[in-house]
């Protein structure tokens, strides 16, 4: 009885909370008042596929996660949880290529982007542990439009989705076809990506999310705006060009 | 109380135990204490055994039940034939009791009518009784044209079954002979009817010689015209046994089976020419025996043949009248067989030359008749390579050896030819000279196909015989008197036991069974049996349907519209028919004939009633193995809806019958009148078995053996043969006592009840010395104990003491002269003492061995559906085979998913060269032809069939199963479209296994 | 204590009776075959067919020869299955050897269907490819309710030749050796299969050819895929763990250091 009481006051207090983030987060994301200051950062057909990815990242990943940790297994008992993998997969491939088809120029650009590494991302890498552990500013040369550190993780979403769209491919379409032994390194390779792409979405959200350097990070991919200050601060070379451009 | 599944079945067991019902099987012997307890899937294992109701080994399964529904079948693990196993249709016999195609209503089909009506039992049973009553007082014969009295009806004909029990078979032969009727037959005369004439002319007793366990005591297996890996899985068991004891398998077969995948030599034989195959084995072994007679048993060949005895001298062989035996007349088509005899001295008795000199001895005549079949004549025959065969004869010679043992184990390859007989009575030879008959692990084991296709020929379903084997009376037989003389054979020989002398007291006995009172002296009411003139076989039974002689038909579940041969003139022949009676599990394809695919329902105006019938498992009764073996089968589940068993069919017929003639009389109605059919309503299986056993009427006890029936009508007994099956000590058939025999050889005299007297193995008295001490001291079937004057072991085949001995007699007790016959003499035979080869009566080549083509003395039968093809059209060897996963015409296992599942269609084998020729793929649909009809089948392209090189050219040779028909759950073309109506000399037997066809592409 | 089963080839004579057995015992259904111009049916293991006789027709120098062997789960004791499978569906039973499968436990993976080195398992027959629905359907439970009752499987003693034994694993290798030895007589290739492969089987084999001549791998091996999945999932649980906490840690020490210099800032402004 007791506990009862004290769980309804718990979601009590916990529904609205929940209920607002999501709110505001909605609030944001569609009735964001354009006139509103800030450089714009992310379009908004950017932040849409961010954020159904997102929702069948989190889904996929789920879904592979009771297989891949030893003993959570029986939590996919009759399949279910395949037959969402499946669902969320087919649709991630038709939200892609319908994107690709739609903003072709933004997609080749991504990819460019990630592919594109220069010395000064060095730079980067020097300061990048004080930066993120420390919080040490003074030592982060300017940044371009993304840091080296977004591009490792652009370059992630690239190879690895390649890697879990093929091999996903094999397993459902080419079992039985192909050798087993094809299969098999499939599977493996399969969570090969998994492991890599995971840990590196562990740190994307972490980062994204609640690291306070980032602090305009996830806002911005709500909104697509970032302050001038932050913009100064975090895309010094990016706010330059950006400047003179519009000068 | 919580019972854990182990205790359960204990109770369970435990209940049957204390019921102590002899024949019940104990699941608790199946247990064993493992730690791990885990529930079974079933309920219950197996509470009460059955016999299977496939082949004719007799395994025995136990069915678990519940609420009357079978749960569980597996093999009966006690049971000393098949320890626990089973075959694949056995395995899936559960299918036959848990199938929703099992007919459950009685069906009539109206003249004319498009569909099936549900009707009662009454109904049905009235209507029948009323055609049977009907056809018979309208054709009913009384005196025939000589004016003999004859009494009988032509009109109404019985066919089968040898798939009901024994005492089902027996009210069968019972209730249609009192009715007068003379085409009754069954399936046995198409699989094994030339066995008995052969083995019968042979040995005296048409039945297999040994038993299916006794197999394991063989030195060398000869399979030949058998597929016993295939259609007798289980002597495999006991095959593979002798082969672990380092016996050699041989197997004969046109076809590489699986019994050949098993074996250590493999002879392809073309079909049809055993003949001359075993011809060739029999020189060598002649000359053999003058080489080095120390291999061979001399001893058993002088005396327990008829080698040592003369022949008349104006006998005359195929050597020297081009394939012809003294005596033929080609308009008759018939031999005057009156040189086929011994010369006889001043007593009567045959003369003898033991020095085997004397050319008129059967020794020298045999040497003369089978020195023509060298070796390379019989492989230019046969198509058999030459190295192949001289391996297989020397083999096979080896066994000549008086302590070594051959067998000879065939099938429906020997037994369905033109000259079927003739080619097991040269197996018969091979064994006599061979020393082979009568000892364990030798004999000429005849696989009989049916389960209990023994017991069903024992009761006599067949024109020819009455229970027993004795003769069916002919018009000559004008009373019992003359019967008696013309039939019962005279030995003046003191030698000899000339048992058949006590022919009277069987017959005397089977009339007192059938009708009481009314069989008194001196005729005991003989004047009741019909008197059959000419052939009444399953072709003539065909063949008088079309000529319009018989116009109502009995059809006991036997699906002649598949297994009969010439299918499309039995098809036919069905439409002419006034009425037909089916009792059948399913809708066969006999019964359904009038809706069969291209025929208009409306324009065929047969009246139909098809009977749900009970299948084996669900009713009680004895059947009879291959073995000769009676055992019993219990009640194991409920039938589905209103189906009833063969034995309750019966007795309502029988009995409205009575009613019938009691009440408005008719033609001759004293014989029905006064058939004794006291069964009480149930009918009580039980009362039929004693009767069968016998009485002594004038104490009403159950008689202990056929050695107590009389001919003064003091005794009745169903079938002598059957005498000491249900006996005062209760129903032997029903004894599960596994005690083994004195000399463990695998007879189990204990177990179930073995017809004659129990004897497990026949003419045993041959498997010893002279003076009583059996030639093979390891494997004795009986030694006689001189200290206490009795023998040992077996039950021997007549008890008199050994040969050496005061009062003995010759151990072959049922020929007249005490021998076995190395040559059948006089009347035995009708197309010869001796095999000869001749071609089948559809071959693509002439024969090699003599002028005379095919068996002489065939009946051709020339209505306007019999056609004969030329090789010029037809050059394609063919013949037909059975696969281990269906059963015969298919009603039993082309209903049953889990068999259709393993062969689901029809096929036809043909050899990778052929199929090359004619462009015929792997699985392609392929057209057969014959001249008398044609099929589609999946072509099975096999490296096992290969063309044979028969007189230097090549012939080619296919195969198909005949499993198929228009219903059940798998339809396919029957296989017996193609084959013709001409039969065997002696008895008819069609010639399934060899014809012409072609084959060609779809 | 460890089961097993014996099949001696050259006593098989194809009748099929084991695979009807099978199906007796565990209700299995029909499938619905054609003939495919073989004697072999039906054409594959399935969920319902759990074991099947091939046939083979051999032409070995002129000497015709047609095989029969027994297909069916051959319960290794390092079984593949049972190391890749997710859910633990798949179990080797420590006390008899045998691999058991829960149907009731699969999720439908497939994997145990792709890293079996003999090919075993088969997907449930009605299974929607594109969204892989269906469980593993099935396979030779090795009758383990029976076993465990003290009976025999169901296969092994409707066998009617004694071509499938079943018994003590020691004793079958013993009386599988032997055999071998008298049949090295007339099949120089004869060999007794399974008795080391993958930790040993307890289906064993007495071939009298070569294993590869009735369609058994020669070699069968634990693939290696099999092996290094679970290293590689304890690897992936571990970075994933190590990245989650290091970030976490990395943010809250970030945030110290950054509410110690907003003092500090405040000071020196101060």
């Given at each position: ?29 569609f ?23 997102a929702?069948?990242?989190i889904?996929?990943?789920?879904t ?6 030893p ?24 939200v ?9 120029k933004n ?10 590494w220069?010395r000064e ?13 420390g ?6 040369p ?11 993780w ?9 890697i ?6 094999i ?31 562990v ?42 451009k519009?000068? | ?5 182990r205790?359960?079945?204990k109770l369970?067991?435990?209940?049957v ?10 699941p ?10 885990i ?7 197996g509470?009460?055994t ?21 749960v ?14 089973l ?32 009707k ?18 309208e ?15 032509e ?14 078979a ?7 002979r ?45 399979i030949i ?15 593979t ?6 016996a ?5 077969d ?7 995948s ?6 392809k034989?073309r079909s ?23 291999n ?9 043949t008829?080698?040592?005895l ?16 003294s ?14 005899v011994?010369?006889l001295d ?43 065969y ?9 066994t000549?050896?008086a302590d070594?043992?051959g ?16 080619m097991?009575?040269?197996y ?14 030798g004999g ?7 389960s ?6 024992d ?28 039939h019962?054979p005279?030995?003046n ?13 069987y017959?005397?006995?089977l ?36 000529k319009?002689?018989?116009?109502g038909?009995l059809?006991?579940?036997h ?6 041969p ?28 009038w ?24 009713k ?18 409920q ?8 034995l ?7 009995k409205?019958?009575?009613?019938l ?5 008719g033609?001759?109605?004293d ?18 078995a ?16 056929f ?6 009508g ?29 000399f ?12 004659p ?14 003076d ?8 004795p079937?009986?030694v006689?104990?001189?200290w206490?004057s ?11 003491p ?20 190395l ?8 197309d ?8 089948p009566?559809?071959?693509?080549v ?29 050059p394609i060897?063919?013949?037909t085979?059975?696969?281990?996963e ?9 209903n ?31 057209i ?6 044609e ?7 096999t490296?096992?069939f ?10 080619h040779e ?9 219903m059940?759950l798998?339809t ?31 | 204590m ?12 194809g ?5 009807i ?13 054609t ?7 039906p ?16 032409d ?8 029969f ?51 075993i398992?088969?997907k449930d ?21 029976r076993?465990?009752n003290g ?12 071509a ?20 090295k ?7 007794l299969y399974g008795?080391?492969?993958l930790?040993g ?29 679970p290293?590689?999932?304890?690897t992936?649980?571990?970075?994933g ?17 950054m ?5 500090e ?6």
């Open positions: 009885m007791s506990k009862n009481k004290s769980e309804k006051g718990f979601w009590a207090s916990i529904f609205p909370t929940i209920g607002s983030v999501i709110g505001t987060f909605f609030y944001d994301y009735f964001d008042d354009p006139k509103r200051p800030g450089i714009m950062r992310f379009s908004f057909p950017a932040r849409t596929l961010h954020w159904v990815t929702v069948l990242i889904l996929l990943g789920f592979g996660l009771i297989l891949f940790v003993g959570w297994g029986t939590i996919a008992v009759a399949g279910w949880t395949r037959i969402i993998h499946r669902i969320c997969v087919y649709i991630f491939a038709v892609l290529v319908l994107y690709f088809v739609t903003y072709r997609c080749l650009d991504y990819i460019k982007e990630s592919f594109t220069t991302d060095l730079g980067w890498l020097r300061a990048a542990v004080d930066y993120y552990l919080g040490e500013e003074s030592k982060m300017p940044q371009g439009r993304i840091n080296p550190g977004q591009k490792i652009q370059l992630i979403t690239i190879l690895c989705g390649a879990f769209f093929i091999t996903g491919a397993m459902t379409f080419a079992k039985g076809a192909v050798a087993p032994g094809v299969f098999q390194w499939c599977v493996f390779t399969h969570d090969i990506a998994f492991i890599i792409g995971g840990c590196m979405l740190v994307h959200v972490v980062l994204g999310a609640l690291h306070p350097r980032m602090s305009e990070s996830l806002r911005s991919m709500i909104t697509g705006k970032i302050s001038v200050e932050y913009a100064k601060s975090h895309y010094g070379k990016w706010y330059e060009e950006i400047s003179k519009q000068a | 109380m919580e019972l854990t599944r205790d359960f079945l369970s067991g435990g209940g135990v204390g019921a102590a019902f002899l024949g019940m099987f104990n608790d012997s199946l247990l064993e204490a493992v730690p791990i307890d529930p079974l899937r079933k309920e219950k294992i509470e009460k059955t016999i299977c109701p496939y082949c004719a080994v007799g395994c025995s399964l136990i069915v678990a039940s519940v609420d009357g529904k079978a569980n079948i597996e093999g009966d693990p006690d049971h000393p034939i098949n320890e626990g196993s075959c694949s249709k056995g395995s899936a016999l559960i299918q036959v009791v848990n199938n929703t195609r099992r007919l459950s209503k009685v069906l009539y089909r109206a003249p004319g009518a498009y569909e099936w009506q549900e009662s039992w009454d109904w049905a049973i009235e209507r029948i009784a009323r055609n049977i009553k009907k056809m018979r007082d054709n009913w014969i009384h005196k025939d044209g000589n004016g003999r009295v004859v009494n009988r009806t009109a109404i004909a019985n066919d089968g079954s040898a798939a009901v029990n024994n005492e089902e027996y009210l069968i032969t019972k209730l249609c009192t009715m007068g009727m003379t085409y009754i037959e069954h399936c046995a005369r198409l699989c094994h009817s030339s066995t008995v004439g052969a083995l019968g002319s042979s040995f005296g007793r048409g039945a297999m010689t040994n038993h299916w366990i006794d197999l394991k005591n063989s030195d060398c297996i000869m015209g058998s597929n016993a890996a295939e259609n007798h899985p289980l002597s495999f068991k006991w095959i046994k002798a082969m672990e004891k380092e050699k398998l041989i197997s004969v046109p076809r590489f089976t699986r019994t050949s098993k074996a250590d030599i493999y002879a034989m049809g020419t055993d003949v001359a195959f075993i011809g060739g084995m029999i020189k060598y072994v002649i000359e053999d025996i003058e080489r080095h007679s120390a061979y048993n001399m001893t058993y060949i002088k005396e327990y008829n080698a040592t003369l022949i008349d001298p104006n006998f005359r062989g195929p050597a020297d009248l081009d394939g012809l035996f005596g033929y007349n080609a308009n008759k088509r018939s031999y005057d067989r009156s040189t086929w011994y010369q001043g007593k009567g008795i045959p003369k003898r030359d033991l020095s085997l000199k004397d050319s008129n001895c059967v020794f020298q005549i045999l040497k003369k008749h089978f020195s023509r079949y060298d070796v390379d004549t019989v492989c230019s025959i046969t198509g058999t390579p030459k190295d192949v001289l391996k297989v004869s020397k083999t096979y010679a080896m000549g050896r070594k043992a067998t000879i184990l065939y099938a429906m390859g020997a037994t369905q030819h033109t000259n079927a007989v003739q097991i009575r040269s018969a030879i091979l064994q006599l000279l061979l020393g082979n008959i009568g000892v364990a692990g000429i084991n005849a696989a009989r196909g049916q209990n296709v023994q017991g069903s020929t009761h006599a379903i067949l024109y020819h015989i009455l229970p027993g084997y004795l003769k069916t009376p002919s018009p000559e037989d004008v009373d019992l008197k003359t019967y008696l003389k013309n019962t005279m030995s020989d003191p030698l000899s036991a000339n048992w058949w002398q006590n022919y009277k007291k017959i005397v006995s009339l007192k069974a059938w009708y009481g009172n009314a069989a008194v002296a001196p005729d005991f009411a003989y004047e009741y049996l019909a008197k059959v003139e000419g052939n009444h076989s399953h072709i003539a039974i065909t063949e008088a349907i079309h319009g002689i018989i116009r038909l059809s006991w579940g699906n002649t519209a598949v297994s009969g010439n299918g499309n003139m039995e098809r036919a022949d069905l439409a002419k028919l006034d009425w037909l009676v089916v009792p059948e599990l399913w809708e066969s394809e006999t019964a359904a004939f809706k069969r695919p291209g025929v208009d329902p409306g324009q065929i105006k047969t009246e139909v009633f098809l009977l749900p019938a009970k299948a084996s498992l669900e009680e009764g004895s059947i009879t193995n291959s073995g000769r073996w009676s055992q019993w089968r219990y009640e194991c589940c039938a589905p809806g209103m189906a009833q068993t063969d309750w069919i019966l007795t309502k017929l029988a409205k019958l009575k009613d003639y009691a009440q408005e009389g033609a001759y109605p014989p029905i009148l006064n058939l004794t059919w006291e069964y009480g309503d149930g009918p009580d299986v039980h009362k039929v004693k009767e069968i056993n016998g009485y002594d009427l004038t104490t009403g006890k159950l008689l202990p053996s050695t107590k029936l009389k001919d003064d003091t005794t009745s007994s169903g079938n002598w043969l059957y005498c000491g099956s249900y006996t005062e000590t209760g129903n032997m058939a029903a004894r599960r006592d596994l005690t083994p025999d004195k463990n050889t695998g007879l189990y005299p204990g177990w179930a009840w073995c017809w007297v129990n004897r497990r193995i026949l003419y045993n008295r041959a498997s010893v010395e002279l009583g001490k059996p030639w093979n001291s390891t494997t079937v009986v006689w104990n001189p206490r009795v023998w040992e072991g077996d039950v021997p085949d007549g008890g008199w050994p040969m050496s001995q005061k009062g003995t007699r010759l151990p072959f007790i049922m020929t007249s002269e005490g021998r076995g016959h040559f059948a003499p006089g009347e035995a035979l009708k010869g003492p001796i095999p000869e080869h001749y071609e009566w559809e071959s693509p002439k024969n090699l061995m003599s002028g005379t083509q095919n068996d002489p003395v065939v009946t051709i039968w020339e209505s306007d559906m019999d056609f004969t093809g030329s090789p010029d059209k037809y060897v063919c013949t085979f059975r696969v281990s269906h059963w015969q015409a298919g009603q039993m296992s082309r049953l998913p889990w068999l259709v599942e393993l062969m689901p269609e029809m096929f036809v084998e043909i050899g990778e060269e052929l199929a090359h020729e004619k462009g015929i793929g792997y699985g392609q649909k392929v057969v032809e014959s001249a008398r009809g099929i589609e089948a999946v072509a099975m392209v490296k096992r290969s063309p044979f090189a028969i007189d230097g050219r090549k012939v296919i195969g198909m199963p005949w499993h198929w028909g228009y059940g798998s396919g073309d029957s296989a017996n479209l193609l084959t013709a109506n001409i039969g065997d000399a002696n008895t008819t037997i069609p010639e399934y296994k060899a014809f012409l066809c072609n084959v060609r592409a779809k | 460890a089961k097993a089963m014996l099949m001696d080839v050259t006593r098989c004579i009748c099929r009776a084991c695979q057995a099978c199906k007796q015992w565990h209700d299995l259904p029909e499938v619905h075959t003939n495919l111009g073989t004697y072999e049916n054409p594959d293991l399935s969920a319902d067919t759990w074991t099947r006789i091939e046939f083979r027709e051999l070995d120098h002129g000497t015709l020869k047609w095989l062997s027994k297909h069916q789960c051959m319960h290794c004791t390092d079984a593949a299955c049972v190391k890749v499978c997710p859910t633990g569906a798949l179990k080797r039973d420590p006390y008899f050897g045998f691999v058991t499968y829960e149907r009731d436990k699969c999720s439908g993976c497939g994997y145990c269907i792709e890293f079996c080195p003999f090919h398992p088969r027959e009605h299974a929607n490819k594109l969204l892989g629905t269906g469980l593993m359907g099935g396979k030779c439970d090795f009758c383990f309710d076993v465990s009976l025999e499987p169901a296969c092994a003693k409707a066998c009617p030749t004694g499938i034994k079943f018994g003590e694993r020691d004793d079958l290798i013993r009386e599988g050796r032997q055999r071998v030895m008298t049949l007589k007339d099949y120089p290739d004869a060999n008795e080391q492969e930790g089987l307890h289906m064993l084999y007495v071939f009298a050819e070569r294993p590869s001549v009735y369609d058994f791998p020669e070699n069968p091996e634990m693939p290696a895929a099999a092996i290094s999945l290293i590689e999932k304890w992936g649980v571990g970075l763990l190590l990245a989650g906490a290091g970030m976490l840690t990395a943010s809250v020490v970030a945030r110290a250091r509410i110690q210099e907003e003092k800032n405040v000071k020196e402004q101060e």
